[in-house]
T-cell receptor, first 108, second 116 residues
Framework: EDQVTQSPEALRLQEGESSSLNCSYTVSGLRGLFWYRQDPGKGPEFLFTLYSAGEEKEKERLKATLTKKESFLHITAPKPEDSATYLCAVPGFQKLVFGTGTRLLVSP | DVKVTQSSRYLVKRTGEKVFLECVQDMDHENMFWYRQDPGLGLRLIYFSYDVKMKEKGDIPEGYSVSREKKERFSLILESASTNQTSMYLC???????????????FGNGTRLTVT
């Protein structure tokens, strides 16, 4: 069965304290991996697509990387406005399979 | 930018009422989806549609139905609302690429439904 597991469930950082979020997946034949950001009370906002192991994508303080079994979302020198829930998802059979997300809180 | 618009941000309904949640997308996407999101359970797929008048059950279709009469519009219907259907409902769309589902979804901002 296709499965996505995200860790940690929650992460508290000080402003400027870099860290990484993990997304492990089990799927038959990876056809991409997606990262989303979700702010409270809003829908998920698409961030990145990664298609093959070794691929990297960057956006401001965020960098996503992909291996054959997992993806990392690296956050460099985060700011309070980076506080959100970060979701990852992979295409399964006829649908995307989502992880339950990592809640990130960045304190000033 | 892709825009997915859900008709209501907040909705309060009584047990037993029939509830309609509407979703419209403006990017001519073939695929449309309805999810619910609950704390600790993540996003769960209710129904999806890959074409007009087509629908497929997701993981939790019980108590729900859908309608897709036009390509841009996908409606979720709660036939007889119950308190366990209190949740955040999210609509999403994506283009069909090669007949598969490996395109990122674009989400609306959700409808917070409370059933009392």
């Amino acid at each position: 069965e296709d499965q996505v597991t995200q860790s940690p469930e929650a992460l508290r950082l000080q402003e400027g304290e870099s860290s990484s979020l993990n997304c492990s997946y089990t799927v038959s034949g990876l056809r991409g991996l997606f990262w989303y950001r979700q702010d409270p009370g809003k829908g998920p906002e698409f961030l990145f697509t990664l298609y093959s192991a070794g691929e990297e994508k960057e956006k401001e303080r965020l960098k996503a990387t992909l291996t054959k079994k997992e993806s990392f979302l690296h956050i460099t020198a985060p700011k309070p406005e980076d506080s959100a829930t970060y979701l990852c998802a992979v295409p399964g059979f006829q649908k995307l399979v989502f992880g339950t997300g990592t809640r990130l809180l960045v304190s000033p | 930018d892709v825009k997915v618009t859900q008709s209501s941000r907040y909705l309060v309904k009584r047990t037993g009422e029939k509830v309609f949640l509407e979703c419209v997308q403006d990017m001519d996407h073939e695929n449309m989806f309805w999810y619910r999101q609950d704390p600790g359970l993540g996003l769960r797929l209710i129904y999806f549609s890959y074409d007009v008048k087509m629908k497929e059950k997701g993981d939790i279709p019980e108590g729900y139905s859908v309608s897709r009469e036009k390509k841009e519009r996908f409606s979720l219907i709660l036939e007889s609302a119950s308190t366990n259907q209190t949740s955040m409902y999210l609509c999403a769309s994506s283009p069909r690429t090669g007949g598969s589902y490996n395109s990122p979804l674009h989400f609306g901002n959700g409808t917070r439904l409370t059933v009392t």
